[in-house]
Structures are given as structure tokens and as C-alpha cells.
């Protein structure tokens, strides 16, 4: 079946240091996967931080960035210079297009604290 | 803005009772997903619906059941409640088959004793 693998936290960095939570994914079942970035917040729920439909190219949002390679099938979050309102679980996720559903599979999470 | 809300927010139930998650969109979207997760475990698709009167089942669906009486409001009930359902629970709506992005509630924190 489908699959996301990420890094497994907790992540801890310092501000304005640089960040990268890794992220594969195994898309058995879809032809033309979408990949999807979602972060959640304490006491909230999840909300999308950035997605990309096609292969090669790039997603950011609010200072995050995260390229579709489809020869490595892998989807990296990078930041260049973290903050300390930047912690919180980070989920790669893999959407199927077909007539199943618009479903997602997601990774594990993971836990970023940004110590000030 | 879209806005999705679950209730209760906490929950603690005993072995064998009947326990009923509730949530309620206000995005007007087809699709509503209730996924539960676990440390060591991404999210995991337990029912999910395309409007009114349907669900499907998910990844994991033995022990749930799920009903969308209506366009906004989309439940999971567990009748048989195990320890073993002990969770967080998410529940999303979304637009539609093309666009993927899920809205999710806040979560429903479920401790069955």
C-alpha cells in the first residue's frame, strides 16, 4: 500500500539555525501522487502548510520550502532560519487523485522544538 | 474563515460502554474524514464520507462506526469501546476528489479505562 516515511522526532534546534525534517513516501497505488505538508500547532488542530501537485517542482510557505522529487520520491521540509514560534508536529502526507477519494497517508510526525 | 469543531474535546469512557464523537463544518464541503493517531503511527483513515447519508470505510475501520445525517455534521461511535481505542482523534472536511487539502478539527483526546 501507499506509505510516508519521515524523521522521527523530537527535532530539537536553536533559533535562526537551520532546519530539515525528511520525508519519502512509496506510492503503490497512485500514479500521479499530490505531497502535502501539514503542522499542528499545540491545542490546534492540523492546517496545511504547503503542497505540490506536480513533480519537480517546489511548494513554500512562511519561510518553509519542500521540493517533489519524484526520482528519489522524497518531499524534505527545509527552513533556512528557524523561529521559536515554529514548534510544533510537522506531517508529510501522500493524496491520491483517483475515484477512491480525495484520502490522505500520512507519516508518523514529527515534533519540533525551537529553543529561544 | 472554515471552521471545524469537535466535541468533547476530552473524553473518558470504561470498558464496553458506548462512546460517540461528534463533529460539526461550517465549510459547506462534500467530504468529511475521521482519522485517529497514535504516537509511533501518521494519521490513520478510519470512515470518511461524500455528503449526506454515506460513509465509507477507511484504513482501520473494525470497532468504529460512522453517520452523516446532514451536510455538516459527520460522528464516530465506538458500541463497544475497547483500550485499545484509547487515541486522538481528527476529524476534516474537504472540498472535493481534485483538491486534497483537508480543514481538521482541534482533536478529541479518548481514554477508554
Known amino acids: 500500500g501507499d506509505s510516508v516515511t519521515q524523521t522521527e522526532g523530537p527535532v530539537t534546534v536553536s533559533e535562526s539555525e537551520s532546519l530539515i525534517i525528511n520525508c519519502t513516501y512509496s506510492a503503490t497505488s497512485i500514479a500521479y501522487p499530490n505531497l502535502f505538508w501539514y503542522v499542528r500547532y499545540p491545542g490546534e488542530g492540523l492546517q496545511l502548510l504547503l503542497k505540490?501537485?506536480?513533480?519537480?517542482q517546489k511548494g513554500s510557505s512562511r519561510g518553509f520550502e519542500a521540493t517533489y522529487n519524484k526520482e528519489t520520491t522524497s518531499f524534505h521540509l527545509q527552513k533556512a532560519s528557524v523561529q521559536e514560534s515554529d514548534s510544533a508536529v510537522y506531517y508529510c502526507?501522500?493524496?491520491?487523485?483517483?475515484?477512491?477519494?480525495?484520502?490522505?497517508?500520512f507519516g508518523g510526525g514529527t515534533r519540533l522544538t525551537v529553543r529561544p | 474563515e472554515a471552521a471545524v469543531t469537535q466535541s468533547p474535546r476530552n473524553k473518558v469512557a470504561v470498558t464496553g460502554g458506548k462512546v460517540t464523537l461528534s463533529c460539526n463544518q461550517t465549510?459547506?464541503?462534500?467530504?468529511m474524514y475521521w482519522y485517529r493517531q497514535d504516537t509511533g503511527h501518521g494519521l490513520r483513515l478510519i470512515h470518511y464520507?461524500?455528503?449526506?447519508?454515506?460513509?465509507e470505510k477507511g484504513d482501520i475501520p473494525d470497532g468504529y462506526k460512522a453517520s452523516r445525517p446532514s451536510q455538516e455534521n459527520f460522528s464516530l461511535i465506538l458500541e463497544l469501546a475497547t483500550p485499545s481505542q484509547t487515541s486522538v482523534y481528527f476529524c476534516?472536511?474537504?472540498?472535493?476528489?481534485?483538491?486534497?487539502?483537508?480543514?481538521f478539527g482541534a482533536g478529541t483526546r479518548l481514554s477508554v479505562l
Open positions: 505540490v501537485i506536480t513533480a519537480g
Open positions: 476534516a472536511s474537504g472540498v472535493g476528489l481534485t483538491q486534497n487539502t483537508l480543514y
Open positions: 464520507s461524500y455528503g449526506a447519508g454515506s460513509t
Open positions: 502526507a501522500l493524496g491520491s487523485n483517483n475515484n477512491a477519494g480525495a484520502k490522505l497517508t
Open positions: 465549510n459547506n464541503h462534500n467530504n
